[in-house]
């Protein structure tokens, strides 16, 4: 009586483990999308955590630096010799929110960045926004591009002010930048937008090989896609990135300042899909966060139940079967 009813939940361990790894495997690690990050696959360091599905990347304390970076690397630069040649096109959309405890004071910014390596604890705070230190920033051999949301002018680096866009290759020197605004479609025309306003805002970031174009375009997040980028660079990647390119975010804020990512989509293969406002999660209001909280967890423990039966039935199904054929036989 005691023997089948071990063999029994061996069977259904195996066949339990079988379906995690099969899940993992199933898991792309050239597209992805993220509406809030409560499953996501990150890699996170220093001031970078989640809670309620926000990306907080730092918090009001002082002099903060944090990192979240996908954890797997994608496929970007493949040599002609090697044969097969991946496409150093790519495509990304990103929900931000930059929040600051007093109007003009605090945080320095955020990037989106594409690195060789996601460990950046060589990297300085203020005012290399955790991406360099002295001594690399600028270097070749960094093979970085980082697509900057900068809050404060630093003159060293040739800012053009307190609230602008820029393009990075290897260095915090921007070789492309532009005061925050976007595009009103419906307008026809420019209207400005204040980085630190607190409010979530949309940014899409485009490479396109064959044109060589990295086109950045910025807008609130109640309005669709502009039609014109903000930036538009003619940039040849294949000079600067390497065959595995890690992808994600880095942020430093001196103080009194919180910079979150709301939900992330990312695509090689294709233009990535645009997130689904309606399930980005609440920033600051806690009542409405506490709810998702609940119904995400109901979620979960009917996700699993159904998973069970599922297997349940199906070993049940396999076992009635291979019986059938014993007595056959
Ligand atoms: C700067 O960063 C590079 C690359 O991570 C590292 O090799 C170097 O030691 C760092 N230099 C300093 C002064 O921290
Ligand atoms: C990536 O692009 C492909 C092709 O356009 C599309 O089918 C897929 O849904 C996209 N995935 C994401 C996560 O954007």
């Given at each position: 009586m005691l023997m089948p009813m071990v063999l029994h939940s061996l069977q259904f361990l195996i066949i339990l483990c079988i379906y995690f790894i099969c899940l993992a495997f199933a898991q792309n690690e050239d597209q992805f999308i993220y509406n809030g990050f409560h499953q996501a696959n990150l890699h996170l360091e220093g001031s970078a955590q989640i809670y309620n599905g926000l990306l907080q990347l730092s918090s009001m304390s002082p002099n903060q630096v944090g990192h979240a970076f996908y954890t797997l690397p994608s496929k970007f630069n493949t040599s002609s010799?090697?044969?097969l040649k991946s496409s150093l096109s790519f495509s990304t959309n990103f929900v931000f929110a930059m929040v600051r405890q007093f109007p003009n004071i605090g945080g320095y910014g955020l990037t989106f960045t594409i690195s060789p390596s996601k460990d950046f604890s060589n990297a300085s705070a203020h005012p290399l926004l955790g991406l360099f230190n002295f001594s690399n920033d600028g270097l070749a051999t960094n093979h970085i591009l980082a697509i900057e949301l900068d809050t404060h002018k630093n003159d060293n680096f040739g800012d053009i002010d307190d609230n602008h866009v820029g393009i990075d290759v290897?260095?915090?020197?921007?070789?492309e930048a532009a005061t925050a605004m976007y595009f009103s479609n419906k307008e026809g025309r420019n209207i400005s937008l204040k980085l630190t306003s607190g409010d979530p805002m949309h940014l899409w970031i485009d490479y396109d090989e064959a044109e060589k174009i990295l086109n950045v375009t910025l807008a609130p997040t109640y309005i669709p896609k502009p039609n014109q980028p903000l930036l538009s660079k003619r940039i040849d990647l294949s000079q600067y990135l390497l065959e595995y390119m890690y992808v994600g975010f880095s942020a430093s804020s001196a103080i009194s300042a919180s910079y979150y990512i709301l939900g992330w989509s990312f695509n090689k293969s294709g233009q990535s899909q645009n997130l689904d406002d309606s399930k980005l999660p609440p920033l600051l209001q806690q009542g409405k966060t506490k709810e998702n909280t609940g119904l995400q967890t109901k979620n979960l423990v009917i996700t699993v139940i159904l998973v069970l039966v599922t297997i349940t039935g199906a070993v049940y199904i396999l076992r009635r079967k291979k019986y059938e054929e014993i007595r056959e036989d």
């Open positions: 010799s090697s044969g290897n260095g915090l020197q921007s070789v």
